[in-house]
């Protein structure tokens, strides 16, 4: 069973799903809407250090780890 979660971003949906028993509680992060809509599965300690990443980019305090040109 999903359970759609309550989230204060914009056009970001969360829904909790069970990923088994090796991985438990789930999060699936949603964005964009019908065909152009994009979707990441994470455990919740994935979402945990992704978290903590996007709090250090929300900050100004990201490093690189590779640059494009």
């Given at each position: 069973?999903?359970?759609?979660?309550?989230?204060?971003?914009?056009?970001?949906?969360?829904?909790?799903?069970?990923?088994?028993?090796?991985?438990?509680?789930?999060?699936?992060?949603?964005?964009?809407?019908?065909?152009?809509?994009?979707?990441v599965?994470?455990?919740?300690?994935?979402?945990?250090?992704?978290?903590?990443?996007?709090?250090?980019?929300?900050?100004?305090?990201?490093?690189?780890?590779?640059?494009?040109?």
């Amino acid at each position: 069973m999903a359970t759609d979660l309550k989230t204060q971003t914009e056009g970001v949906a969360l829904t909790r799903f069970y990923g088994g028993a090796d991985k438990g509680s789930c999060v699936q992060v949603t964005v964009g809407y019908g065909l152009t809509c994009s979707s990441v599965r994470l455990t919740r300690e994935q979402a945990a250090t992704l978290a903590a990443d996007l709090q250090t980019f929300a900050e100004g305090k990201e490093e690189a780890d590779y640059e494009y040109n």
